[in-house]
């Protein structure tokens, strides 16, 4: 189990590298030199030479892209255009808050996914199967901004019992950062609930077919006990990966929740970014999302070894 998380640690540092170079290109490549794009048209020679020198856009390109890793080694992400202060600065002010969110919507997904995936392969074709069914198509086919905006017309316009905005507060105490919490975690976590029950079933239906759950099946094994104890853990892999993969979904969806419930967030600091055009911001958000992606892939890739110590590299 060491040499197979050693070899997946020690991976994730040549995909992170190539990544970190796709967004250097990517970044680069947008129509329009960058200090154009962020003074506009109208600016005069002067003030775009003195921008392309801050942001190091007169040296050449080996040199930028030296720049850019070292300065990522060390930490520096550079300077947000708009406020002045470091993009890690920026992020930190609001990465509490979507980490928040994205715990809690998949807490839900978890919570209501599994059980219901379980009861659906258990109970294949009966009422209970096509109920989690629905369930889940109903949570896939609704985009995130549509169940956001139904979600606050009924649950805090209509009802009352939720807050319209659901900005948090540090001064709030537990129970109203609940209360601001539950609508958008909710909005998440019903597609995380769909993912997690449809994967769910599926492995659960081909772990049931198993030559080892007949014979323990045949031998007495209760059913809460081959299901949970023999059946459950061998079918973990595919729900682990769908996990995994949300999150860059998550990610996605997280922009919209958090500009319709208003709640501070990275997502909210990606508009902030686009509209001020703030381009240094964006670039080190960019990577902060691409070094979250592949730490939670790297994660994932080792909790298969926790799952099934058969999971290794020949």
């Not at 947008?30 to 005069?44: E, F, K, R, T, W």
């Amino acid at each position: 189990m060491t040499g197979y998380a050693m070899r997946r640690l020690l991976l994730a540092i040549p995909t992170l590298f190539v990544m970190l170079t796709a967004i250097f290109v990517l970044v680069r490549l947008v129509p329009g030199d960058a200090a154009s794009v962020i003074l506009g048209d109208q600016a005069n020679a002067a003030s775009l030479q003195a921008l392309r020198a801050r942001l190091g856009l007169d040296q050449p390109v080996h040199v930028q892209y030296l720049s850019f890793i070292g300065n990522i080694l060390i930490g520096d992400l550079g300077r947000s255009l708009s406020s002045g202060r470091t993009v890690l600065q920026e992020v930190a002010q609001v990465l509490p808050s979507t980490v928040e969110l994205a715990f809690a919507a998949i807490v839900i997904g978890l919570v209501f996914g599994l059980p219901l995936g379980l009861a659906a392969a258990v109970r294949r074709n009966s009422w209970i199967d096509y109920v989690s069914r629905v369930v889940s198509l109903v949570g896939l086919s609704f985009p995130a901004f549509v169940s956001g905006i139904l979600m606050l017309i009924v649950f805090a316009i209509q009802l009352g019992w939720f807050p319209v905005l659901g900005s948090t507060g540090s001064g709030g105490g537990l129970a109203e950062r609940l209360r601001s919490l539950a609508l958008p975690a909710l909005n998440l976590g019903i597609i995380m609930t769909a993912y997690v029950m449809r994967v769910t079933r599926s492995a659960m239906l081909n772990v049931l077919t198993e030559d080892y759950i007949r014979t323990a099946r045949a031998k007495g094994v209760g059913p809460m006990k081959l299901v949970v104890t023999h059946a459950l853990r061998n079918g973990l892999i595919p729900i682990i990966t769908v996990v995994g993969l949300y999150f860059g979904t998550l990610i996605g969806n997280s922009v919209l929740t958090e500009i319709i419930f208003n709640r501070p967030g990275l997502g909210k600091l990606i508009l902030g970014a686009l509209n001020a055009r703030d381009y240094t911001l964006l670039q080190g958000l960019m990577i902060i999302f691409a070094v979250c992606v592949i730490a939670v892939n790297t994660l994932t890739d080792l909790a298969y070894g926790l799952v099934d110590p058969r999971v290794k590299y020949e």
